[in-house]
Protein backbone atom coordinates (compact mmCIF):
# COMPACT_ATOMS: atom_id res chain seq x y z
CA UNK A 1 0.00 0.00 0.00
CA UNK A 2 1.06 3.47 -0.62
CA UNK A 3 2.36 5.48 2.45
CA UNK A 4 2.14 8.99 0.71
CA UNK A 5 -1.63 10.36 -1.01
CA UNK A 6 -0.69 13.35 -2.99
CA UNK A 7 -3.61 15.80 -3.54
CA UNK A 8 -5.24 17.10 -6.12
CA UNK A 9 -4.34 14.07 -8.40
CA UNK A 10 -4.23 17.06 -10.92
CA UNK A 11 -3.93 20.23 -10.89
CA UNK A 12 -4.38 22.87 -14.47
CA UNK A 13 -2.84 26.40 -13.66
CA UNK A 14 -2.11 29.71 -15.90
CA UNK A 15 1.58 30.55 -16.16
CA UNK A 16 2.51 32.69 -13.49
CA UNK A 17 -0.02 31.36 -10.35
CA UNK A 18 1.07 29.22 -7.75
CA UNK A 19 1.01 25.96 -7.48
CA UNK A 20 0.10 23.79 -4.45
CA UNK A 21 0.43 20.10 -4.20
CA UNK A 22 -0.48 18.61 -1.22
CA UNK A 23 0.78 14.95 0.40
CA UNK A 24 -0.68 13.17 3.67
CA UNK A 25 1.05 9.99 5.08
CA UNK A 26 0.53 7.38 7.52
CA UNK A 27 3.19 6.21 9.81
CA UNK A 28 6.59 8.20 11.74
CA UNK A 29 8.73 9.33 9.31
CA UNK A 30 12.92 10.36 9.32
CA UNK A 31 12.23 12.79 6.34
CA UNK A 32 9.56 13.77 3.43
CA UNK A 33 11.29 14.10 -0.09
CA UNK A 34 9.75 15.83 -3.28
CA UNK A 35 10.38 14.17 -6.69
CA UNK A 36 9.44 15.60 -10.00
CA UNK A 37 8.51 13.47 -12.81
CA UNK A 38 8.46 14.46 -16.93
CA UNK A 39 6.23 11.98 -18.76
CA UNK A 40 7.80 8.51 -18.74
CA UNK A 41 10.85 9.47 -17.41
CA UNK A 42 13.25 9.18 -14.18
CA UNK A 43 12.53 11.16 -11.10
CA UNK A 44 14.35 13.91 -9.92
CA UNK A 45 14.65 14.83 -6.54
CA UNK A 46 13.76 18.54 -5.38
CA UNK A 47 13.95 19.04 -1.95
CA UNK A 48 14.12 16.79 1.37
CA UNK A 49 12.94 18.23 4.59
CA UNK A 50 13.53 16.35 7.82
CA UNK A 51 10.70 15.19 10.11
CA UNK A 52 12.33 17.79 12.87
CA UNK A 53 12.26 20.68 10.22
CA UNK A 54 8.68 22.61 9.41
CA UNK A 55 9.58 24.05 6.36
CA UNK A 56 12.08 24.75 4.04
CA UNK A 57 12.65 26.76 0.79
CA UNK A 58 14.74 25.90 -2.57
CA UNK A 59 14.37 28.66 -5.33
CA UNK A 60 10.96 28.89 -6.27
CA UNK A 61 9.84 25.89 -4.07
CA UNK A 62 8.67 26.02 -0.84
CA UNK A 63 7.75 22.95 1.32
CA UNK A 64 6.03 22.70 4.38
CA UNK A 65 5.89 19.77 7.36
CA UNK A 66 3.58 19.22 10.05
CA UNK A 67 4.44 15.84 11.63
CA UNK A 68 1.24 16.23 14.06
CA UNK A 69 -0.88 16.32 11.15
CA UNK A 70 1.20 14.02 8.83
CA UNK A 71 1.18 16.08 6.07
CA UNK A 72 2.95 17.99 3.54
CA UNK A 73 2.98 21.01 1.10
CA UNK A 74 5.08 21.79 -1.76
CA UNK A 75 4.13 25.01 -3.31
CA UNK A 76 5.85 26.53 -6.81
CA UNK A 77 5.72 30.31 -7.12
CA UNK A 78 5.16 32.29 -10.19
CA UNK A 79 5.08 28.84 -12.15
CA UNK A 80 6.21 28.04 -15.94
CA UNK A 81 4.93 25.81 -18.56
CA UNK A 82 8.43 24.08 -18.24
CA UNK A 83 7.12 23.20 -14.45
CA UNK A 84 4.51 20.77 -16.42
CA UNK A 85 5.01 17.35 -14.78
CA UNK A 86 4.05 14.69 -12.16
CA UNK A 87 5.08 15.91 -8.62
CA UNK A 88 5.50 13.12 -5.63
CA UNK A 89 6.00 12.70 -2.29
CA UNK A 90 8.06 10.16 -0.47
CA UNK A 91 8.90 9.54 2.93
CA UNK A 92 11.76 8.12 4.27
CA UNK A 93 11.74 5.39 6.90
CA UNK A 94 13.48 3.24 8.77
CA UNK A 95 16.66 2.87 11.35
CA UNK A 96 18.63 5.45 8.87
CA UNK A 97 17.78 8.46 7.35
CA UNK A 98 16.08 7.91 3.75
CA UNK A 99 16.57 4.02 4.10
CA UNK A 100 13.71 2.91 2.73
CA UNK A 101 11.73 5.77 0.37
CA UNK A 102 7.94 4.97 -0.24
CA UNK A 103 6.33 7.27 -2.80
CA UNK A 104 2.38 8.29 -3.25
CA UNK A 105 0.41 8.64 -6.70
CA UNK A 106 1.37 11.79 -7.74
CA UNK A 107 -0.21 15.20 -8.71
CA UNK A 108 -0.01 15.47 -12.41
CA UNK A 109 0.32 19.53 -12.97
CA UNK A 110 -0.24 20.92 -16.09
CA UNK A 111 1.41 24.95 -16.36
CA UNK A 112 -1.35 26.83 -19.56
CA UNK A 113 1.21 29.28 -21.45
CA UNK B 1 27.46 9.84 -18.79
CA UNK B 2 24.42 8.70 -16.36
CA UNK B 3 24.95 8.57 -12.66
CA UNK B 4 22.71 5.92 -12.70
CA UNK B 5 22.06 3.74 -15.60
CA UNK B 6 19.36 1.07 -16.66
CA UNK B 7 19.74 -1.46 -19.48
CA UNK B 8 17.31 -2.73 -21.44
CA UNK B 9 15.64 0.95 -21.93
CA UNK B 10 12.65 -0.92 -23.53
CA UNK B 11 12.50 -4.83 -23.44
CA UNK B 12 9.05 -7.18 -24.79
CA UNK B 13 8.91 -10.46 -23.77
CA UNK B 14 7.07 -13.52 -23.78
CA UNK B 15 4.86 -15.13 -21.20
CA UNK B 16 7.11 -17.58 -19.46
CA UNK B 17 9.97 -16.20 -20.06
CA UNK B 18 12.87 -15.12 -17.50
CA UNK B 19 14.38 -11.59 -17.70
CA UNK B 20 16.92 -9.61 -15.93
CA UNK B 21 17.30 -5.90 -15.89
CA UNK B 22 20.68 -4.27 -15.07
CA UNK B 23 21.46 -1.06 -13.08
CA UNK B 24 24.73 0.43 -12.33
CA UNK B 25 26.04 3.39 -10.46
CA UNK B 26 28.69 5.65 -10.42
CA UNK B 27 27.15 7.82 -7.11
CA UNK B 28 29.29 5.46 -4.65
CA UNK B 29 26.51 4.70 -2.94
CA UNK B 30 25.76 1.76 -0.90
CA UNK B 31 21.43 1.98 -1.03
CA UNK B 32 20.27 1.04 -4.02
CA UNK B 33 16.43 0.39 -5.11
CA UNK B 34 13.88 -1.18 -7.51
CA UNK B 35 10.37 0.02 -8.26
CA UNK B 36 7.72 -0.60 -10.31
CA UNK B 37 5.40 2.53 -11.82
CA UNK B 38 1.92 1.24 -13.72
CA UNK B 39 0.67 3.60 -15.54
CA UNK B 40 -0.56 7.05 -13.82
CA UNK B 41 0.22 5.86 -10.76
CA UNK B 42 3.52 6.66 -7.80
CA UNK B 43 6.18 3.90 -7.79
CA UNK B 44 5.97 0.92 -5.70
CA UNK B 45 8.80 -0.90 -4.05
CA UNK B 46 9.90 -4.52 -5.10
CA UNK B 47 13.40 -4.82 -3.66
CA UNK B 48 16.04 -2.90 -1.59
CA UNK B 49 19.86 -3.38 -0.67
CA UNK B 50 22.09 -1.14 2.14
CA UNK B 51 25.10 -3.10 0.86
CA UNK B 52 26.42 -5.77 -1.30
CA UNK B 53 25.83 -8.32 1.39
CA UNK B 54 21.90 -6.95 2.45
CA UNK B 55 18.88 -7.35 0.24
CA UNK B 56 14.89 -6.51 1.77
CA UNK B 57 12.26 -7.23 0.30
CA UNK B 58 9.98 -4.53 -0.60
CA UNK B 59 5.90 -3.86 -1.30
CA UNK B 60 5.65 -6.10 -4.41
CA UNK B 61 8.35 -8.44 -4.31
CA UNK B 62 7.11 -11.72 -5.03
CA UNK B 63 7.67 -12.85 -9.25
CA UNK B 64 10.72 -11.13 -8.80
CA UNK B 65 14.48 -11.53 -7.59
CA UNK B 66 17.70 -9.65 -7.28
CA UNK B 67 21.18 -9.81 -6.93
CA UNK B 68 24.01 -7.16 -5.75
CA UNK B 69 26.64 -8.33 -7.57
CA UNK B 70 28.83 -5.05 -6.83
CA UNK B 71 28.32 -2.07 -4.60
CA UNK B 72 27.65 -0.01 -7.90
CA UNK B 73 25.78 -3.45 -9.76
CA UNK B 74 22.02 -4.50 -8.51
CA UNK B 75 20.08 -6.58 -11.07
CA UNK B 76 16.26 -7.57 -10.92
CA UNK B 77 15.26 -10.24 -12.50
CA UNK B 78 11.55 -12.14 -13.82
CA UNK B 79 11.47 -15.61 -13.16
CA UNK B 80 8.88 -16.47 -15.07
CA UNK B 81 7.00 -13.24 -17.14
CA UNK B 82 3.68 -12.44 -16.86
CA UNK B 83 1.35 -9.88 -18.94
CA UNK B 84 0.65 -8.00 -15.79
CA UNK B 85 4.68 -7.45 -14.88
CA UNK B 86 4.05 -4.86 -17.62
CA UNK B 87 5.67 -1.75 -16.35
CA UNK B 88 7.95 0.94 -15.71
CA UNK B 89 10.67 -0.55 -14.18
CA UNK B 90 13.14 2.21 -11.82
CA UNK B 91 16.91 1.39 -10.58
CA UNK B 92 17.42 3.86 -7.80
CA UNK B 93 20.38 4.80 -5.07
CA UNK B 94 20.80 6.93 -2.55
CA UNK B 95 23.32 8.07 0.40
CA UNK B 96 23.57 9.72 4.27
CA UNK B 97 21.44 12.67 2.87
CA UNK B 98 18.90 10.37 1.46
CA UNK B 99 17.62 11.61 -1.40
CA UNK B 100 17.62 9.03 -4.13
CA UNK B 101 18.71 9.59 -7.53
CA UNK B 102 16.81 7.61 -10.37
CA UNK B 103 17.83 5.96 -13.50
CA UNK B 104 15.79 6.60 -16.75
CA UNK B 105 13.64 3.36 -16.90
CA UNK B 106 13.05 0.59 -18.47
CA UNK B 107 9.68 0.11 -20.39
CA UNK B 108 8.98 -3.86 -20.06
CA UNK B 109 5.86 -5.43 -21.98
CA UNK B 110 5.40 -8.87 -21.27
CA UNK B 111 3.04 -10.67 -24.48
Known amino acids: SQQGEEDPQALSIQEGENATMNCSYKTSINNLQWYRQNSGRGLVHLILIRSNEREKHSGRLRVTLDTSKKSSSLLITASRAADTASYFC?????????????FGEGTQLTVNP | DADVTQTPRNRITKTGKRIMLECSQT?????MYWYRQDPGLGLQLIYYSFDVKDINKGEISDGYSVSRQAQAKFSLSLESAIPNQTALYFC??????????FGQGTRLTVV
Open chain 2, 27 to 31: KGHDR
Open chain 1, 90 to 102: ATGIGETSGSRLT
Open chain 2, 92 to 101: ATSGTRGEAF
